[in-house]
Each structure stands twice: as C-alpha cells, then as structure tokens.
C-alpha cells in the first residue's frame, strides 16, 4: 500500500469537486466510451463522456429553469441506466445536492426522505414510481416539481413534467458549470439503509468524494485507469455504488456498463468482462455457489477442480505474504490454472478482473481464499457511508481474514475499548439535521467512530471482530458476535443464508436458508427427489447434512458462541424484504419478527 499523508492528498485534491474532476475527464477523454447499455433490441447503446457532458449541461439548464440553485436538493428515484449519471451530473452542475432513494422505497419512506432533505424536484423512472410520491405529495410542501423519465402511455398527471423536456434546453456552459460548487458544498447525501430506526442523512461534500477517490486511485498503483470496464447493478443510494462506478468514473474516466437489476449481473459480468468489480458478500457467494453447482452435474469434474483448488491455495497464500514463488511453484501454478481455472473464470465473466473487491458485511474468509486460488484477486474492503465508503483496503498483499490496511492519507486506530476510529479527508460532515447523532458518531478531535471492534496485526492490517451494536448478550451475560458465527455457517456451500439468535437467551440458535443453487444440485446427486426449497428443507438427508456444516463451523468458536439448535426455513431471502436490506445485509429487527414462532420453538423444547 503506498504512503500518504492526509496534507499530501490534500493539496492534490485542493480546490477540486466532482464537476472540476469530471471536466478534467472529458478533457482527456472526451471520445472514450462512458456510459453502455442494453437496448430494447438486445443490442448495446452508448455514451460518449463528450456525449454525457453535453446531455448534462442540457438537464442542468432545464433544471435551472425550474429555479434549481445552488445549495438546494433534487431526489433522484430510478435503476441503474445512463439517465442517472446525467441526472446526478446535471444536479451537480446546478451547485446543487443529488440524493438517491432506493427503488424499494414504500410512500412513506419516500414521504420521510424527501421531505427530511427538503428537497425541491424530484426526479423518477416509471409510472410505478411517480405513484408513490403522489401518494405524499400533499405532506411534501417543499417539493416544487416531480420530472417522469418514462411515460409511454400517457398516465402522468399534467403538473407533472417529462425528462424529455428538461434534455431539450439549450445547455448551459460547461466550464462555467463545473465551476459553480464549492468543495465544502454537498455533493450528496447517503441515507443509512435503516436496519434499526429511521434512516440518517450522511453529508458527504464534494472534498469527501474528490479525497476518497484520489485515496483509492494510489491504491491501485496505476498511471492511468481510464477505460477500466465495469458494471453498475447495486443501488446508488449506497455509497459503494456512487463511489465505486459514479464517481470514480468522473474523476478517472472508467467505461460503465449499466445493469438495471442486480439479479442480472450474472449475464452482464458475461457480456461486459469487468476490469474492476465490487460486490457485496452475496455477490460473490452466488458466483461460488453457481459454479459449484454446475461442477456437481459432473462429480469427477468436480472432484478435479476441488484438487486443483486444493492445489493451488497454499501457492496462492505464499504469493500473498510477499514470497516468489520457486520456478517449480510458478510451473505448477500455471498448469493448475491452463487446465482448470481459466475456462472457469471465462465462463463466469471474471477472466479480466484485475480488482476484484467484497465490502459492506462479513464474508466467510474460506470464499476469499477459493476466488484467489483460482486466479480471481478478491480482496475485502472496510468502511461505512460516514467515511464516504472505504476506510481501508489492501488489494495486492492479500491476508485473508483482514480488511487491509488503512488507505493513503487514513488514520485508522483503536479507542481504548478496541472500537475503530478513523480521521482523514473521508470523514463525513455530519448527519443531515442531527447535531446529537453527529456528536455521537464524530468528537472533537475529528475521529469517526464505526462500533466495530477491531483488532491489528503487527503490519498495520484490520480484523474486525465484533459489532458493538449488534453484540448478542447471552442470558448468562456473554457477549456474543452474530456476524462472526454467520460467516462461517455460510462457508458450507449448502446454506445460502444464516441469522444467529441468542440475546437474553440460555444458548446460541440460527435460523438457516438453504442456497438455492447448490442445494437442488446436492440434493440431485444424493438422489433425493425434492421440487422445492421447502421440500429440501424439510427431507432427514439434508437436514443432516446442515447438521454436519453447523457442527463444523462450531468448531471455531468456543462452548458458549457454538450453536446448539437450529431451523432449516422453507423460502430464500430476497434483497430489501423484511429479512434483508437492498444490499443484502440482515435486519435483525425484521428476521426476530417475522419468524417470532420458530425462534421459540427452538428454546421450548
């Protein structure tokens, strides 16, 4: 990892904002492709970054007409297309704050987030999504203006306006344009996805984005990443997205590739053959249970490519901790991959990855070491919306288990009861409208505090072993970690999803989801005869076969954190249901209430 100093990166970055970077972009590589997409015809469309400046200079002047200004707020409702990254620019370009709401949203979440960011125009995609603002337009006095992207059969009322409209002005000039925010203006503000109370507003500035991004850019140790293919599927009401394909594409011109639904990223990896992806935990644990699966149609198959792998794991360690490998290592290494990995990597659309990164929850750090093993360089990433995204990363000298080491410019450390705090350039202004919670998250002193619990090594790399807030307290008075021992149950490529129970409770219990890739597969080769998950779930075989993976992944943990009872559930759960958040992290909240009757059948017996 490079060193850096925050007062370095400060006067790289000094005076810059997202629209300054954007133009340095378009400047430089005004002719490079910017935006893709899927047309209707199954064909691909394409932007420009010449082309995406011109179109947001237009929606920029439509949307000066209906009086946006500097300092004021535009909410931005839609999928992941090439429209959004006009929007977003064209807002930027007006001095003005775009903020995203996940597609999810019910009325009254939309209700609370536009009216809490008082925002003027609101900006959607289809019918199914103005139907919601209109629902709680009469509670939002603030907001002026709804813009509808499609309306193909005319049902939108007439106040409301139509995008096309806004990309028929006549542009405003876009130098003068990017000058028009200043750095401490906000260039967004990211609401907590909410998996305990009401959302909070994270202020993040156009310094934040500009710093986080030239961080992350010594990271990669390149002169120059333009061009670097990638596909934008999560939502960008999560800083990850925004950072990883909007912003960082402004400022160092990536080719973008946009993905309306992340259940299609598989055809899309595919088809586009990223240079770079991030994905959260699930992400990558559907690659691996999708390739396991379609191995298992072919038991000697798979039995090669596990030997392979078997083969290639301690190679692949002794590379990461910075050893050459010998010229006998190096030959076994390269056969392992011509006759196994390649074609495996191909076929998945992984082939050209050359950054391969997993954030934002705990990932089982068995997945870490097979996609490495196999020629695929995952490596995992640590940070939160308060510190616009990364916090630290270590992309080349792997330690599986860590988070890497803190980026260019971070103070990372730990407070005296081992939580994380950081300082630096990424640190948030605060949260939108609540000066106490931003008193709880920043002191005085300037250190973001995360409420995780961490641990170094004697190289400075991150583990992180406890979440502060989500502790389970035993009813005998032991303090628990839930994701820990969630991770390891979800190393066993049978279960797709694990919730651990046990606060104020006599013992540890989980509630598993079985995969729903690999399951059907397994059960096909035991010869079990099953047409659903709920069938699976409930058939002695695998329930004995759960047992086994449970009882494995209680052997890394001591009496107390080991899970004694467990339920196989029936269905699988969905991102942003009542189980998990858009971005696939558990709602505790919502899985204690929802399966209330087979958590305590569990302790009844």
Known sequence: MPDATKEEVDRHVAGETVTTQFAKTVGKHGELTALRWRTPDGGWGELTFRD?????????????????????????????????????MAVLL??????????SSAPEQVQYLTGHSE????????????????????????????????????????????????????????????????????????YTSGTTGPPKGVMLTHYNVVWTAESLFRCFQRDDTAGFRMVSYLPM??????????????????????????????????????????????????????????????????????????????LVEKRDRGEELTAEEQGTWEFLDAVAFTTVRGLVGLDALEFAITGAAPIPPELITWFRSIGVPLSEIYGMSENTGPMTWEPFRVKVGY?????????????????????????????????????????????????????????????IVDRKKELIITAGGKNISPANIEAALKASPLIGQAAVIGDSRPFISAL??????????????????????????????????????????????????????????????????????????????????????????????
């Open 52 to 88: 995406y400046a011109e179109r947001a200079c237009r929606v920029a002047a439509g949307l000066r007409s209906l009086g946006v200004d500097r300092g004021q707020r535009v909410v931005l409702m839609m999928r992941n297309r090439p429209e959004f990254y006009i929007a977003d």
């Open 94 to 103: 007006c001095g003005a704050t775009p903020i995203s709401i996940y597609n």
């Open 119 to 190: 925002a003027r125009v609101a900006i959607v995609e289809d019918i199914g999504f103005l139907e919601r603002f209109l629902k709680v337009r009469s509670e939002l006095p603030a907001l002026e203006h709804i813009v509808l992207m499609e309306d193909p059969d005319g049902l939108a009322p007439d106040d409301v306006l139509s995008w096309s409209t806004l990309l028929e002005a006549a542009p405003v000039d876009f130098d003068e344009a990017t000058k028009v925010p200043q750095p401490d203006d906000l260039a967004t503000v990211i």
């Open 237 to 314: 009401a999560h800083i990850a997205e925004r950072m990883t394909s909007h912003y960082q594409q402004a400022c160092f011109g990536y080719e973008v590739t946009t993905c309306p639904e992340p259940t299609q990223i598989a055809e899309y990896l595919r088809e586009v053959r990223p240079q770079v992806m991030f994905g959260v935990p699930r992400i990558w644990e559907k690659i691996y249970a999708g390739v396991n699966a379609a191995l298992a149609a072919d038991p000697e198959k798979k039995q090669k490519f596990d030997e392979a792998v078997a083969a290639a794991t301690p």
């Open 403 to 463: 988070v890497g080491r803190a980026l260019p410019g971070v103070e990372v450390q730990l407070a005296d009861d081992g939580e994380v705090v950081c300082r630096g350039g990424l640190v948030f202004k605060g949260y939108l409208n609540d000066p106490e919670k931003t008193a709880e998250a920043l002191d005085a002193d300037g250190w973001l505090h995360t409420g995780d619990i961490g641990v170094f090594d004697d190289e400075g790399y991150l583990k």
């Open 512 to 605: 598993i989801v079985l995969d729903p890739e690999v399951a059907p597969a397994w059960a096909k080769q035991q010869g079990i005869e099953a047409d659903t998950l709920a069938e699976l779930a409930a058939h002695p075989e695998v329930q004995a076969a759960v047992q086994a993976a449970v009882d494995e992944a209680n052997q890394r943990f001591s009496q107390v954190e080991r899970v004694k009872k467990f339920t196989v559930l029936s269905e699988e759960w969905l991102p942003d249901s009542e189980e998990l958040t858009p971005t696939m992290k558990l709602k505790r909240r919502g899985v204690n209430q929802k399966y209330a009757a087979e958590i305590e059948a569990l302790y009844s017996g």
